[in-house]
């Protein structure tokens, strides 16, 4: 199985979105890292969750501070979601014991969004809630059990992004798969509206799947 090390060669490798910047870390038990704020918001959670919390508010941090920016906390809003210093957009991702931050200045994107999933086929009865058979059928000749996979991670990645913008929440029905084509496309009216497009880098390598959704201001 790929671990954070070969995630640092892939992304090392890759054709990032200009201006995103990112880091990698393990999800750990010590918590001594974290603002009292952000074990705050752990203290009833899991150990595993603990961890990958941890994790990944230290990849955050890292890739912040390659953005220029001071370590700071990254407080848990009600929502849930991560509460990111103004002039940044940003997203937290966790799989297979890897965790993983990507951040952006806001001037330069208008929303980021990422995924991260092993590649390993997916139980034929969740198919359905995730993708349609067109959908499915474009990523031929993958079978529908990891094409879902693929869909899935996009369709997170794309939901990611949208959400500190419209805060609107939706099943993956609202959003059309486009892959291979590296686009989503809204197809309810709800958050960004019917119609939106949404530009998706997809890698699968390494027995992962990575899901990027940069929105730009155009």
């Known amino acids: 199985m790929a671990g954070a090390a070969d995630l640092r060669d892939l992304l090392t490798r890759a054709a990032l979105p ?4 990112w880091a990698v870390s393990e999800p750990t038990e010590d918590l001594s890292e974290l603002y009292p704020v952000e074990r705050e918001a752990m203290s009833r959670a899991v ?3 603990r961890a990958e919390f941890a994790g990944g508010r230290l990849a955050a941090r890292a890739a912040l501070r390659q953005l220029g920016l ?7 809003a009600e929502d849930r979601a991560p509460v990111w210093p103004d002039g940044v957009v940003a997203s937290i991702t966790h799989a297979g014991g890897i965790c993983l931050a990507m951040a952006a200045r806001a001037q330069d994107w208008r929303a980021l969004g990422i995924d991260l999933e092993l ?3 997916m139980e034929p009865r969740l198919i359905p809630a995730i993708a349609s058979v067109p959908e499915l059928s474009r990523l031929s000749p993958l079978p529908f059990e990891r ?9 997170e990645a794309a939901y990611k992004a949208q959400y500190p913008l419209t805060r ?11 892959l291979p084509d590296p686009r989503l496309r809204m197809v309810a ?30």
């Open 147 to 155: 094409a879902g996979v693929r869909i899935f991670s996009a369709k």
């Open 18 to 21: 200009e201006g995103v910047v």
């Open 168 to 178: 609107s929440l939706f099943g993956f029905e609202a959003m059309e798969s486009l």
């Open 70 to 76: 001071p370590d700071q906390a990254i407080p848990k």
């Open 47 to 49: 150990p595993a969750r």
């Open 119 to 121: 590649d390993a086929p």
């Open 189 to 218: 009216e709800m958050g960004l509206g019917r119609g939106t497009l949404f530009p998706m880098l997809q890698i699968a390598e390494l027995g992962l799947i990575l899901s990027v959704c940069a929105v730009s201001h155009g």
